[in-house]
């Protein structure tokens, strides 16, 4: 009974390298979901898929990419990190939108210095 | 477009005590409500959820939340607190077709 599973949990980047956040889910969820979690700032979401093949931006996309090629996996991409992407990342899942419960990863920290 | 503002950063609370956290939104139509709670280091969990039907809901770990649509509010709230309920509390909303919007998050300190 995974759920959400995210990797790695924790991890610390040098200014200009890229790192890929893991996410993968085994409910057949259709959508996804990748929120960024900063303090006294809530969670603000990044990308979302609604299935396989389709992804679009939410709030705060810049620096960041998606794919979506199957319907269980939704990596993150981060091409050059910077020290404003330091953050927790969540990734969730959800049956549909509206009045269904998203589940949620339990987050991977990442510090860019 | 929607939005949520929970106007109080951090709580704190004597254990037995009563709880309530606020949680105000805003949105044309009646929206989906949900309160979220964070645990340390974990990811989020639902507590309850509204769409319809009756205004007082109940959830998990003795959590309820009323809907005023007069006052835009969907506030929880817990009779007696427990202290394993230390915890940061997201109000979100959402409506069909639509995402998550998260508000800024409500953090309870329980004083023993």
């Known amino acids: 009974n995974a759920g959400v599973t995210q990797t790695p949990k924790f991890r610390i980047l040098k200014i200009g390298q890229s790192m890929t956040l893991q996410c993968t889910q085994d409910?057949?969820?259709?959508?996804m979901y990748w929120y960024r979690q900063d303090p006294g700032m809530g969670l603000k979401l990044i990308y979302y898929?609604?299935?396989?093949?389709?992804?679009d931006k939410g709030e705060v996309p810049n620096g960041y990419n998606v794919s979506r090629s199957t319907t269980e996996d939704f990596p993150l991409r981060l091409e050059l990190a910077a020290p404003s992407q330091t953050s927790v990342y969540f990734c969730?899942?959800?049956?549909?939108?509206?009045?269904?419960?998203?589940?949620f990863g339990q987050g991977t920290r990442l510090t860019v210095v | 477009a929607q939005s949520v503002t929970q106007p109080d950063i951090h709580i704190t609370v004597s254990e037995g005590a009563s709880l309530e956290l606020r949680c105000n939104y805003s949105?044309?139509?009646?929206?989906?409500l949900f309160w979220y709670v964070q645990s340390p280091g974990q990811g989020l969990q639902l507590l309850l959820k509204?769409?319809?039907?009756?205004?007082l809901v109940q959830g998990i770990k003795g959590f309820e939340a009323e809907f005023k649509r007069s006052q835009s509010s969907f506030n929880l709230r817990k009779p007696s607190v427990h202290w394993s309920d230390a915890a940061e509390y997201f109000c979100?909303?959402?409506?069909?077709?639509?995402?998550?919007?998260f508000g800024a998050g409500t953090i309870l300190r329980v004083k023993s």
């Open positions: 969730a899942s959800s049956y549909a939108t509206g009045d269904t419960e998203a589940f």
């Open positions: 509204y769409f319809s039907g009756d205004t």
């Open positions: 898929s609604v299935g396989a093949g389709i992804t």
């Open positions: 949105y044309g139509a009646t929206p989906y």
């Open positions: 979100a909303v959402s409506t069909r077709g639509n995402k998550l919007v």
């Open positions: 409910m057949n969820h259709n959508y």
